[in-house]
């Protein structure tokens, strides 16, 4: 099952699908060196994602992703990622509406929150989706940088 091409159809079916994916991504992706993920069930249909990816060259990436799986597939109901190189923040990705910032629409409620002023700087998000897995873009992104970097 590839994934990184998006389409309408989900490709996790069950919670137990989207563990598979999460506690084998260091076997999918070389670059990541250390992951701390975890999933833990709050419940009969909802479970968090929290923890950090590392990669080389002191990037990593932190998330939370709040998940519910009560309708025959996951859905993502909340994320939130940050992108860090050493203790520097870089960048992070949310999905808090912001109706008044037209530049947005195209994505909304999806961004990303970039320097200068991280944390009034917000670009539209292409790709991040509540229903298809946001971490291969995530990490895509940090090989782009790190390859920028070598």
């Known amino acids: 099952m590839s994934l990184e091409k998006r389409s309408d159809v989900n490709p996790f079916q069950s919670l137990r699908d989207y563990e598979d994916f999460i506690y084998t991504l260091q076997q999918r992706y070389a670059s990541i060196q250390r992951s701390t993920l975890i999933i833990v069930p709050r419940g009969k249909r909802v479970a968090i994602l929290r923890g950090e990816l590392a990669f080389a060259e002191g990037y990593r990436i932190t998330l939370q992703e709040r998940l519910s799986f009560d309708s025959g597939s996951v859905v993502i109901e909340f994320y939130g990622y940050?992108?860090?190189h050493g203790a520097d923040k870089i960048?992070?990705?949310d999905a808090q509406p912001h109706p008044h910032h037209i530049a947005l629409t195209d994505t909304q409620p999806h961004h990303k929150h970039v320097p200068p002023?991280?944390?009034?700087n917000r670009q539209l998000a292409?790709?991040?989706?509540?229903?298809?897995?946001n971490l291969p873009k995530l990490i895509q992104e940090i090989e782009e940088l790190?390859?920028?970097?070598a």
């Open 146 to 149: 790190i390859e920028k970097a």
């Open 117 to 120: 002023d991280i944390k009034h």
């Open 126 to 133: 292409p790709g991040m989706s509540f229903t298809q897995p």
């Open 91 to 93: 960048a992070w990705y």
């Open 82 to 84: 940050e992108l860090w």
